[in-house]
Structures are given as structure tokens and as C-alpha cells.
């Protein structure tokens, strides 16, 4: 096939040892049988079978695969970011519901929580069984989430939660909800049952990117908690941000999944469609395209592959990921629709992947710090002036 090519020209297989190869097809199997002939209707009616998704990806060991104990699978950086690379070559949504409850909401309650969270939810996260969402977003504040709004003041023993969250992933069908909330000791995490009295999570529609994916409001009318419902250990923005390095970390590998997917698509079909007598494949036009994209698909997966040996040394630091996740999401969407010319009028149609990963790319250019923010992070790392403000 076109995939096993593109690994050779850039040796990638070399770089990878034979468990994490094995696990990359083991997910990539699962992506293809399970997932792939489905997609583009949940795309189109934006109905994702979630409950029944996350207990298979729980089965398969996706879901906070990375982490260590309470049933989770205890995997390398690496295999975590080959398992979200796969999962994206069919569908952003997919891993983003992956990325959302292992990277976000399991590993804040896994790196921050007590004891007791960490028992109460992190097997059931880990099994599908429940799902999780992680609320920092609100309708005002996105790239600048000090500015948030939602807040929980002490009432008693408990807490009292009161504000809205806006864009948040997985938000009407999870089990519970990481919540960040400005306090008398500045911004906090809770760990928000979603069926505690006053909370809501309507669901946002008319979207035209991640529609395979759950996006929802969340809305705290003086939720009351424990003192316990606190995250412990997350003091400060530190505490999002961290889960957030975790997350875009995931998305280095993924979008290079999506990007691959439209590549392949656009070799096989222009190899079968004939223009002026010939395979549009035969065209040197066609070709440089192809062999361009090739190399920015070669590049971003030996990036991706490098910075999960980092990872895995435990050595990564924010502005690499910032590097990564920039360079993977602006290369993929460049490339996805760069193979949408090549399909021509096809190209527009949910009979190929090649406009929806474009569509989803759009939400992922955005969403785990927008591309700015990154070309920003980036731009004060080598010239020591932030320039945010
Ligand atoms: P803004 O911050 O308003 O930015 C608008 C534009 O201004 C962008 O181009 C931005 O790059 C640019 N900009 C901002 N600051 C600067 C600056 N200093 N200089 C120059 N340009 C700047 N959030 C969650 O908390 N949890 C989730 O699960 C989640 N899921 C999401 C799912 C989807 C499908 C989407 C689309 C978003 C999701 N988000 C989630 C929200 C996402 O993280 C935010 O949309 C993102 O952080 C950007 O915030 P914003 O949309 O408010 O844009």
C-alpha cells in the first residue's frame, strides 16, 4: 500500500520498537473495522454512539493508556501518541473523545487528585464505563483562560460553583466534569459529578467541523459540592495547563493520522481517475503535489516520533509541544486540502475522508491553543519578548 511507501522513504518503522509497532496496528485495525465504515454518517447526522465507543476504546486499553494504575494501561508516551495518530486517520472526533477522557479529565485527577478520586473514577475512565469532560473554556475567555468568570466560593464545608463553560468536549454525555473555577486562592479544579443539582450541559449544533464529536455548554447554577470535590494538588493555571501539554502532546501525532489518510486517499484515487487519457497519477503536477506532501506527512512523523522519545524521558518541555502541535495541525490541514483538489468535485463529498478531516483540522487548528498562540509561544522562546499582550 501507499502508507507502507511513505514509512520507507522515511524509515519511520526504524524508529519504533516492536511493541509500540504492534500496538499501533492493533489500533489501527480497531479504527479501521470499527470505526472507519461508520464515520461519515455520524459525521453527517452528528450523532456519535459515544456510550458504546468509549466502552470498546476502554476494551482495546486507549483510554488514559498512558497513565499508571488504577486499570489503565500504563503505556509509553509513544504509544499513547501512535494510538491518537491512528485513531485521527479515521476521524478528529474520535480521538479528540480519546484525548478528552485520557489526557484531560483522567490525567488531571490522576496527576492532582486524592486518593479517593483517583479510586472512584479513574477505573471506570479507563474502562468506558464513564466518560469525562474538562471544562476551562467559557463564552470570553479561550487563548487567555486567566480571565475566567466561573468561580466557587466556600459555604461552609462546601463549595458553592456558579459560571459557564462554553466548547467543551464530551460536555453532555459525561459522567463527570473537571471544572476550573477562580476561588479565594486563585484558579482551582473540582471534580463535578454531572448529575449534581445545578449543573447543564446543553449540546452546541450546527457545527460543520468535528461533527463526530460531543461539543456542549456546560452551565453551574450554585452547584454545591464537598470540600472533597476539590482537586488537591492543582494550584494555579498550572494545573489546565499541565493537563493541556498532555493533550496537545496526543494531537503532534494525530493530526500527522489525518494528514496520512488524505495522502493515501489522493494517491489511490489518482491512480483510477483518468483525465485527457491518462491516470491523473501520470501527471507531473500530480506528482509534485504528491511528493510534497509526502515529505511534510515524512517530516511530521519523525517530529511527532521524536519528541515521544522526549516524552518518554520525561524531558518535553511546553514550547516543544508548542513546536509539534503547530507543525502537525497547520501541515495536515495544508494537506488536506492540497488532496482535495486531486479528488475534484469527489473531493467535496462524504464518500471520501478528505473534506471531513479538513473541516475537523479547522477545530484542531484552534482548539489545545490556536495556532497563534503557539507561533507566539514559539516566537518569545527565541526572541525573550512575549508578545501575548
Ligand atoms: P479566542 O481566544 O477568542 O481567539 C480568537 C482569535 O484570536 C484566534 O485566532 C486566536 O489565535 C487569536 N488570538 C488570541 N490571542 C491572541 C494574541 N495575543 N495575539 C494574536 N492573536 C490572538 N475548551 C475546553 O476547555 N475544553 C474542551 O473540551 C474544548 N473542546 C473544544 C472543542 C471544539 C470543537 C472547539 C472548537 C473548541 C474546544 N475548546 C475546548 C475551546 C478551545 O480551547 C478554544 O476555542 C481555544 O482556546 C480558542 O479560544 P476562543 O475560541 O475563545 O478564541
Redesign the pocket.
Known amino acids: 500500500s501507499n502508507i507502507s511507501t511513505l514509512s520507507q522513504l522515511f524509515a519511520l518503522d526504524s524508529l519504533l520498537i516492536p511493541e509500540e509497532i504492534e500496538i499501533r496496528d492493533t489500533v489501527r485495525k480497531f479504527a479501521n473495522e470499527r470505526i472507519r465504515p461508520h464515520v461519515a454518517e455520524w459525521f453527517e447526522s452528528a450523532k456519535l454512539p459515544a456510550r458504546e465507543l468509549a466502552r470498546e476504546l476502554g476494551g482495546l486499553g486507549v483510554l488514559g493508556m498512558h497513565l499508571d494504575g488504577y486499570d489503565c494501561a500504563g503505556m509509553s508516551a509513544t504509544a499513547y501518541g501512535l494510538a491518537c495518530l491512528e485513531l485521527e486517520a479515521v476521524d478528529s472526533g474520535i480521538r ?1 473523545l480519546v484525548s ?1 477522557q485520557g489526557s ?1 479529565a483522567m490525567f488531571s485527577i490522576h496527576h492532582w487528585g486524592s486518593e479517593e478520586q483517583k479510586q472512584e473514577w479513574l477505573p471506570r475512565m479507563a474502562s468506558g464505563e464513564a466518560i469525562g ?5 467559557e463564552p470570553d ?4 483562560p486567566a480571565g475566567m468568570r466561573t468561580n466557587a466560593k466556600r459555604d461552609g464545608d462546601d463549595w458553592i460553583l456558579n459560571g459557564t ?7 453532555s454525555i459525561a459522567d463527570v466534569a473537571v471544572v476550573w473555577a477562580q476561588t479565594d486562592e486563585g484558579i482551582r479544579g473540582f471534580v463535578v459529578p454531572t448529575d449534581t443539582p445545578g449543573f447543564s450541559a446543553p449540546e452546541i449544533h450546527s ?1 460543520l ?2 461533527r463526530a ?1 460531543v ?1 456542549s455548554e456546560l452551565v453551574f447554577d450554585g452547584v454545591r459540592l464537598p470540600s472533597s470535590a476539590m482537586l488537591p494538588l492543582a494550584k494555579g493555571l498550572r494545573g489546565p495547563l499541565t493537563a493541556l501539554g498532555e493533550a496537545r502532546f496526543g494531537i503532534i501525532f494525530g493530526a500527522m493520522g489525518a494528514a496520512r489518510d488524505c495522502l493515501e486517499t489522493a494517491i489511490d484515487y489518482s491512480q483510477t481517475r483518468e483525465v485527457f487519457d491518462k491516470p491523473l497519477a501520470a501527471y507531473q503536477l500530480t506528482q509534485a503535489k504528491i511528493a510534497d506532501m509526502a515529505l511534510e506527512v515524512g517530516k511530521g512523523h519523525l517530529l511527532a516520533y521524536n519528541l515521544g522519545r522526549i516524552k518518554d524521558r520525561g524531558e518535553i518541555t511546553p514550547e516543544q509541544v508548542s513546536t509539534g502541535k503547530l507543525n502537525s495541525v497547520r501541515e495536515a490541514i495544508a494537506i488536506a486540502r492540497e488532496c482535495r483538489t486531486i479528488l475534484g468535485a469527489n473531493g467535496i463529498t462524504l464518500e471520501y475522508p478528505v473534506i471531513r478531516h479538513a473541516n475537523n483540522l479547522e ?1 484542531v487548528l ?8 503557539h507561533q ?1 509561544t514559539i516566537g518569545k522562546a527565541l526572541t525573550g519578548e512575549a ?3
Not at 484552534?366 to 498562540?373: A, H, K, L, P
Open positions: 479528540s478528552v484531560l469532560c474538562f471544562g476551562l473554556t475567555f479561550g487563548s487567555n463553560k462554553m466548547w467543551i468536549t464530551n460536555g457545527k467541523s468535528l464529536s461539543t477545530s484552534t482548539y489545545e491553543g490556536t495556532s497563534e498562540m507566539l508578545a501575548f499582550r
